[in-house]
């Protein structure tokens, strides 16, 4: 029977050992403590966080969503379900040919990627920063579509006994992976904001770009 022998000396392990705690030691000691007694004190979300689902409709009251389906082929986890129909001429649901008669999201298999949001071709699907989910069957995580027009956490408070008043920033200060308002550090024009699909443009010319000094190589480039 062959014995494991070991390259590393003790004063090598030593050594790594040293390294090891001195990352530790400098965590506690440097690092901000950003630790907060949940639920009794919350933090507010960042802008591109990616929580609850909410389907928008226009300042007319028309839903927005045109039951295209590109949402829910673009799930890589399955959990959107929309079902397209013709749109009634005389009582028209959205503005487009056809409407989402059924749209449902299963959060159990949604894993929050965004990518329904970049799918969508007129803004009707965007995310909000509603995270705290909690049911008491399978069922009662999917959301229908009345559900999902509705804004986080009205519809929580009577279908899941949702209690409290979440932190939850309005739609016009998120930063969805797919839409919002971009900053252009090129522009010298003073245009300002443009709500234009984030995918189309580079990171560097997203909002607050100039924050993490963008700008900056922009201009070396």
Request: proline fraction near 9%; hydrophobic fraction near 35%; charged fraction near 25%.
């Given at each position: 029977m062959s014995k494991r022998t070991?390259?590393?000396?003790?004063?090598?392990?030593?050594?790594?050992?040293?390294?090891?705690?001195?990352?530790t030691l400098k965590h506690m000691l440097v690092r901000p403590d950003d630790t907060v007694r949940f639920p009794f004190e919350r933090k507010e979300p960042l802008p591109r966080?990616?929580?609850?689902?909410?389907?928008?409709?226009?300042?007319n009251g028309l839903e927005k969503c045109i039951g295209c389906e590109l949402c829910a082929g673009a799930c890589p986890a399955d959990a959107i379900l929309v079902w397209g129909a013709e749109n009634p001429k005389d009582n028209p649901v959205s503005p487009g040919e056809r409407y989402a008669a059924v749209y449902e999201i299963n959060m159990l298999r949604c894993i929050f990627c965004g990518l329904c949001v970049?799918?969508?071709?007129?803004?009707?699907?965007?995310?909000?920063?509603?995270?705290?989910?909690?049911?008491?069957?399978?069922?009662?995580?999917?959301?229908?579509?009345?559900e999902l027009l509705t804004p986080p956490p009205q519809v929580e408070w009577t279908k899941l006994g949702y209690i409290g008043d979440p932190l939850v920033l309005?739609?016009?200060?998120?930063?969805?992976?797919?839409?919002?308002?971009?900053?252009?550090?090129?522009?010298?024009?003073?245009?300002?904001?443009?709500?234009?699909?984030?995918?189309?443009?580079?990171?560097?010319?997203?909002?607050?770009?100039?924050?993490?000094?963008?700008?900056?190589?922009?201009?070396?480039?």
């Amino acid at each position: 029977m062959s014995k494991r022998t070991s390259s590393q000396s003790p004063i090598d392990a030593l050594v790594a050992l040293a390294k090891g705690m001195w990352i530790t030691l400098k965590h506690m000691l440097v690092r901000p403590d950003d630790t907060v007694r949940f639920p009794f004190e919350r933090k507010e979300p960042l802008p591109r966080m990616h929580g609850r689902h909410i389907l928008n409709r226009y300042e007319n009251g028309l839903e927005k969503c045109i039951g295209c389906e590109l949402c829910a082929g673009a799930c890589p986890a399955d959990a959107i379900l929309v079902w397209g129909a013709e749109n009634p001429k005389d009582n028209p649901v959205s503005p487009g040919e056809r409407y989402a008669a059924v749209y449902e999201i299963n959060m159990l298999r949604c894993i929050f990627c965004g990518l329904c949001v970049e799918a969508c071709p007129t803004d009707a699907i965007t995310m909000t920063t509603f995270f705290e989910f909690t049911g008491t069957s399978r069922s009662s995580m999917v959301y229908s579509k009345e559900e999902l027009l509705t804004p986080p956490p009205q519809v929580e408070w009577t279908k899941l006994g949702y209690i409290g008043d979440p932190l939850v920033l309005p739609q016009d200060q998120m930063e969805q992976p797919g839409v919002g308002k971009l900053h252009d550090p090129l522009d010298v024009g003073g245009a300002g904001e443009v709500d234009v699909p984030v995918v189309w443009l580079p990171q560097e010319r997203w909002h607050n770009a100039s924050e993490v000094g963008v700008d900056d190589e922009v201009n070396k480039a």
